[in-house]
T-cell receptor
Framework: KAGVTQTPRYLIKTRGQQVTLSCSPI?????VSWYQQTPGQGLQFLFE???????NKGNFPGRFSGRQFSNSRSEMNVSTLELGDSALYLC?????????????FGSGTQLSVL | QKEVEQNSGPLSVPEGAIASLNCTYS??????FFWYRQYSGKSPELIMS????GDKEDGRFTAQLNKASQYVSLLIRDSQPSDSATYLC????????????FGAGTRLAVHP
């Protein structure tokens, strides 16, 4: 069974640009969560989707958005990039319908904002 | 107060020793607790979950939960250099749909 797939693996953008990251969950998993990881802040929860609906949202500005498609694949978008958005963005999927306790993480997208 | 707090370390232990990693949590969490391990440059992976007071053992790993004192710990017996990683404590926030929140992680270094 294929794991969680995130693309692209690396991205370099400049301030003010926007970026879209993609995540394909493990087959059969319907919950997808997104996290931002930085050395200073650790893993910060962005949002979680289940059956194309956002169920949970973290404390990030509106520049961060996401969506989930009918095949459970998910995308997150960051508009008007800032230097502080440089981070590893991790996507995780979960097999449980009512909870996202056990997460399976992808390899992440390393975003650098110059 | 943050929902979950960990000492960032590094925690350095000799090979063969017991490594003890601790995590405290706030009243805003439910009663589900998890330990994830993250090797440098890799993604986190779940190694233990615990839901009730007491100890839960899995091989060299033991998770301990003390609800009265609001802490959860992870013991690694017979530590090996391959255990060197960052260990993340994670909790489910109460209310609404379950949201998994991570602590900042404790870096463990096991030296030969």
């Amino acid at each position: 069974k294929a794991g969680v797939t995130q693309t692209p693996r690396y991205l370099i953008k400049t301030r003010g640009q926007q970026v879209t990251l993609s995540c394909s969950p493990i087959s059969g998993h319907r919950s997808v969560s997104w996290y931002q990881q930085t050395p200073g802040q650790g893993l910060q929860f962005l949002f979680e989707y289940f059956s194309e609906t956002q169920r949970n949202k973290g404390n990030f500005p509106g520049r961060f958005s996401g969506r989930q498609f009918s095949n459970s694949r998910s995308e997150m978008n960051v508009s008007t990039l800032e230097l502080g958005d440089s981070a590893l963005y991790l996507c995780a999927s979960s097999p449980w319908e009512g909870s996202n306790e056990k997460l399976f993480f992808g390899s992440g997208t390393q975003l650098s904002v110059l | 107060q943050k929902e979950v707090e960990q000492n960032s370390g590094p925690l350095s232990v000799p090979e063969g020793a017991i490594a003890s990693l601790n995590c405290t949590y706030s009243d805003r969490v439910s009663q589900s607790f998890f330990w994830y391990r993250q090797y440098s440059g890799k993604s986190p992976e779940l190694i233990m979950s615990i839901y009730s007071n007491g100890d839960k053992e899995d091989g060299r790993f033991t998770a301990q939960l003390n609800k009265a004192s609001q802490y959860v710990s992870l013991l690694i017996r017979d530590s090996q250099p391959s255990d060197s990683a960052t260990y993340l404590c994670a909790v489910i926030l109460s209310g609404g749909y379950n949201k998994l929140i991570f602590g900042a992680g404790t870096r463990l270094a096991v030296h030969p």
